[in-house]
């Protein structure tokens, strides 16, 4: 039992090793490493021990991104006040706690990232894990908003409101990246503004009463 | 205060936005004078109050999106009263009790930045929505160990966007205030330095101490005490004042006596700053003023202060003085002091300007000239509008090359002109004190 244990903290360890020295190489040479093995060397590991625990420097990138979430995830969830909050607000409050975790890893993001600011629409390889793992979360949020009725349901577009969000989180990420104001300020004005017009959008309007009207004056013709 | 603000919709995102939304409005202000001398060729005998009450919703819509800056301009420019016509001031009245709020998470983010607690674990209670507006925060209201506390938190990003907005601004306030271009950047250099000013709340927070401690032995005024500890660059915690606005004040129907004593420490109070402290609360607009119980007056919000430089202030005050005991040279340097009027002038500039300052002095220095000046009196009012109408479509003010009247006028103008409108709302009569050398 004890052995286990043990076992299981070295093991937590190793991964961990692996994940700050990924993060270290990139913040001091400014790119990945060249070849597993020589980063695995740098780590005084076996080559073969490195793949334990990640196949490819893609799967580092991804659980980087899973970590930063999972952790954005338990520090919105901790408070308290966001199980009273609306959807809007609960998804305000994540987004301005992923950002704070964004922040302690800049100069890593922003060296993997910076370059390609301009064209980060598709989406990177790595990041594809994280997206799963936040399509459940913002689903969770979109179920709950159906509920109170702050988001409308609507035939077809509503199913894909889980990729609208994804679409704004990684605006948001692009716009941080390139945020040069004093504490990020603009970014949080951005995710304040930008999450308003999306719940706005995606809420009752009056374009469903609209599309309710055309569609009656078709079918009574 | 006002109850709940409803939260707002969708906020014009970036600066292309922003300026479309002052575009669109630039439109419909244009649609709205087609739309009036459309009509006016078939009922000549229309007035224009219509047309500025159309123009005036039309802008108001569009400044009270954009908040922040563009915000405080509507304000300062519900507070020139006499640069504007009657239906736009209502409307920009209303300008300085609403704005939309910012959403909780956001304020959870800015107490997690600068104390890294959240407001819950800072303070006994705290209202999840703001319970009212200003200028370029909301107030939150608060209770930590018995007492009443309100907070303060600055939307984020204003301070960044105080030039820009300026700007996007320009074209509209050109308009509207039918200055020409020159005199109108002067006037906005002026504002866009205070306004950057406004956004520093340890400034505010120091200064709020600063003139209330002053002003403490004045009667039947009341100063909220700052909280150092809950305070930073965005937030600011002071206690709680309640009370009525002014206007809300006035429905209760006061007496006469209650009236003079509000007036009159409202008078008193800037009687001191200007001519002991030499710096003023230059930021007179009714929503800085509450009426408490037992006709006590309380201020908030020393965002905005002006400091008045001595020898602008001999010039201006000696010009205000009843009988112009001094001669024409010394006049002449005084003007030309107060750059009212320069050497790029040619003689008859010179001579019509003078004249007109002369005038809108000695009307403006009215209350000044007696012991006792009854601000209900319309007619005073009315006067300084007309004359600034007169004044603002005078051709040879329209053509004049450069800006009047120096830049501290503005402010220093600004304000008189602010408490004679917070008079006369007040319709009190008060003893208008002076200091010795004025009398």
Same mark, same amino acid.
């Given at each position: ?5 043990? +076992? ?30 020589? $980063? ?16 490819? $420097? ?23 006040? $966001? ?109 304040? +503004?930008?999450?308003? *017009? ?18 009656? *004056?078709?079918?009574?013709? | !205060? ?31 004078? !087609? ?13 224009? =109050? ?19 800056? /563009?915000? &405080? ?13 009657? /239906? ?6 209303? /300008? ?85 271009? @020159? ?23 120091? @200064? ?6 002053? %002003? ?17 660059? @965005? ?8 009370? &009525?606005?002014?206007?809300?004040? !006035? ?6 006596? /209650? ?6 420490? #409202? ?36 965002? %905005? ?18 009988? #112009? ?13 107060? =750059?009212?009027i320069s050497d790029k002038d040619t003689d008859v500039e010179k001579a019509y300007f003078k004249g007109v300052f002369k005038e809108m002095i000695s ?18 009012? =009315? ?45 009190? =009569? ?10």
């Amino acid at each position: 039992m004890e052995t286990a244990s043990a +076992k299981k903290t070295t093991k937590k360890d190793h991964r961990k090793v692996i994940l700050e020295g990924y993060k270290n190489y990139v913040l001091e040479h400014g790119s990945a490493p060249k070849s597993v093995f020589k $980063f695995a060397k740098d780590l005084k590991m076996k080559e073969e021990e490195f793949y334990t625990y990640f196949t490819s $420097f893609e799967s580092i990138k991804s659980a980087i991104w899973v970590e930063i979430f999972d952790e954005t995830i338990r520090q919105v969830e901790s408070q308290e006040i $966001f199980r009273e909050y609306s959807a809007r607000e609960k998804f305000l409050s994540f987004l301005f706690t992923w950002i704070e975790e964004l922040k302690k890893n800049r100069s890593y993001l922003l060296s993997l990232y910076e370059s390609k600011s301009q064209t980060l629409m598709n989406l990177p390889k790595e990041a594809a894990e994280f997206k799963d793992k936040f399509k459940d979360f913002a689903n969770e949020i979109i179920l709950e908003g159906k509920e109170t009725e702050e988001i409308a349901s609507r035939p077809i577009i509503s199913d894909r409101y889980d990729e609208a969000l994804w679409f704004q989180t990684w605006f948001v990420f692009r716009y941080w990246l390139d945020d040069r104001s004093p504490r990020f300020e603009k970014t949080d004005a951005a995710i304040e +503004k930008s999450v308003n *017009l999306a719940f706005d959008l995606m809420g009752k309007s009056a374009l469903d009463s609209f599309l309710d009207f055309a569609k009656f *004056l078709y079918q009574s013709k | !205060m006002p109850d709940k603000l409803k939260e707002q919709g969708a906020i014009p995102v970036t600066k292309v936005q922003r300026a479309a939304k002052f575009f669109s409005t630039g439109a419909k202000v244009g649609g709205n004078y !087609m739309k009036h001398y459309a009509k006016k060729m078939v009922n000549p005998s229309m007035d224009k =109050e219509e047309l500025h009450l159309n123009n005036a919703t039309d802008i108001y819509k569009s400044l009270s999106e954009l908040k922040g800056s /563009a915000l &405080k301009v509507a304000q300062m420019m519900s507070m020139d009263k006499n640069l504007l016509p009657r /239906a736009y001031q209502d409307k920009f009245t209303m /300008a300085q009790y609403s704005a939309p709020p910012l959403s909780y998470p956001l304020v959870v983010k800015t107490f997690q930045k600068y104390f890294g607690k959240t407001p819950e674990q800072m303070f006994d209670t705290f209202t999840r929505s703001a319970v009212n507006a200003a200028s370029i925060g909301q107030v939150h209201k608060a209770t930590k160990d018995g007492k009443e506390l309100a907070v303060k938190i600055q939307y984020p990003g204003v301070a960044d966007s105080v030039s820009s907005d300026l700007k996007l601004v320009r074209p509209f306030a050109l308009r509207l205030l039918n200055m020409n271009e @020159r005199e109108l950047d002067h006037y906005m250099a002026e504002v866009e330095e205070k306004l950057l000013e406004e956004t520093d709340y340890i400034l505010e927070v120091q @200064r709020s101490r600063e003139i209330s401690e002053e %002003c403490g032995h004045i009667p039947n005024l009341k100063f909220p005490k700052y909280y150092d500890e809950f305070s930073s660059e @965005r937030i600011i915690t002071m206690d709680w004042i309640e009370g &009525k606005h002014i206007k809300e004040w !006035m429905d209760t129907n006061p007496t006469q006596k /209650a009236k003079n004593k509000i007036g009159q420490a #409202l008078w008193d109070f800037y009687h001191h700053q200007v001519h002991n402290l030499k710096q003023v609360h230059a930021d007179p607009h009714p929503g800085n003023f509450i009426v408490q119980e037992g006709d006590q007056l309380g201020i908030i919000d020393f965002g %905005c202060v002006k400091v008045i430089p001595e020898d602008f202030y001999q010039g201006y005050f000696a010009l205000i003085k009843k009988e #112009l005991l001094i001669n024409e040279d010394e006049l002449n340097q005084i003007f030309y002091d107060l =750059e009212f009027i320069s050497d790029k002038d040619t003689d008859v500039e010179k001579a019509y300007f003078k004249g007109v300052f002369k005038e809108m002095i000695s009307l403006l220095g009215k209350p000044f000239h007696v012991e006792k000046f009854d601000f209900a009196d319309n007619q005073f009012f =009315e006067q300084i509008f007309q004359l600034g109408d007169r004044i603002s479509n005078d051709k040879m003010f329209r053509k004049s090359r450069q800006a009047r009247g120096s830049r501290h006028g503005l402010y220093v103008n600004r304000t008189y002109f602010g408490i004679y409108n917070l008079l006369n709302q007040l319709e009190a =009569e008060v003893d208008t004190t002076k200091p010795e050398w004025l009398k």
